[in-house]
């Protein structure tokens, strides 16, 4: 008897069009998506509290931000706050990051 080689689940791609297979992993990306937290007044002006202590001191911060229905991890120091604009900029590395009050989500100080 001769040793059959299976292709496992290759032979069934055949079958399958491109448009079908673009589908499916757009719903298997969308899966994942999460609604924004919605934060109380109190955590607000906690994280408020915490960006400017931050951008006083000079010390780094994790931002946890919420675009597009998934949360992102910043680390970094802040640079400047801007109220008219209503963003933070947030230097990463050698990137400064615009990230948006209404994108916030969290943030923690770092221990350097």
């Known amino acids: 008897m001769k040793n059959l080689h299976d292709r496992g689940m290759l032979k069934w791609r055949g079958f399958m069009m491109p448009e079908h297979m673009a589908l499916i992993s ?13 934060l109380d007044e109190y955590q607000i002006a906690e994280m408020e509290s915490r960006i400017h202590f931050a951008q006083e001191s000079k010390i780094p911060v994790s931002m946890t931000v919420h675009i597009g229905g998934f949360a992102d991890i910043l680390v970094g120091r802040i640079v400047k706050t801007d109220p008219i604009t209503k963003e933070v900029r947030l230097k ?11 994108d916030l989500v969290g943030v923690e100080i770092v221990d350097d």
């Open 26 to 38: 757009e719903i298997d990306f969308d899966g994942h998506r999460q609604a924004k937290p919605i």
């Open 92 to 102: 990463v590395g050698e990137m400064v990051e615009r990230i948006r009050w209404a």
